[in-house]
């Protein structure tokens, strides 16, 4: 069994960019599962088709030729042999990519390519269910919370640096829409697993949350390696 860190939350919690800094900071190879499912939801939304539709996600699936693979240390997420990095960061993709992940057979396809992707390689793997479903028996798991308003207001701070207008009614709207889209779903809804650290970073700053992450990660690492 190798070293995994599970790390889980809502949206907009900050999974993925202190999952990203935690991989540089304890050289291991980050997964973003997040970035998997906003991949299928921006293949529906070209193919015009419905995410939240069981039969146009199975068609999603079968036609978008979805793959992960690293190149170094990043991941880069393929539709049809085309990376789609740049492409999944919006809102719109967002909201599709939760649309399309509560379907069995997505589930089911992401739940294998994300078991065999981890299988040999210590990971830092960021997602909903990772501590849950994915990898039930990683060594450290982290449920990364904070409050809606908080995560809204540093949503719409993010988005006015990268110079995007953005109302906070909206932003927090769909945010407590995404929030009640991903944990209500029937499979592998997003749930703190009993076992994980939970971590309140409503009234931390980014780097305080990254030192408190890395020193969890860190300790848990060691109790590991001990054999614990
Ligand atoms: O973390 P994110 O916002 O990039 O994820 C986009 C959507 O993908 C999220 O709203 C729900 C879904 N998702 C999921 O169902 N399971 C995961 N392990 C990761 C993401």
Known sequence: MVFSVAIDGPSGAGKSSLSEALADRLALIHLDTGAMYRSLGLQALRMGLDPSSESDAAQVLELADFQVDFEGKKQINRLRGEAVNSLIRTDEVGMAGSQIARHACVRESMLQAQRRLAENVPMIIDGRDI???VLPNAACKIYLDASPEIRAKRRQKQLEENGNRCDYDTIYADILRRDRQDSSRAIAPLKRAEDAIYVDTSTL???????????????KKAEFERGE
């Open 205 to 219: 700053s980014y780097l305080e949350t990254l030192d408190q992450l890395e020193a969890i990660i860190l300790d």
């Open 131 to 133: 501590g849950t479903y």
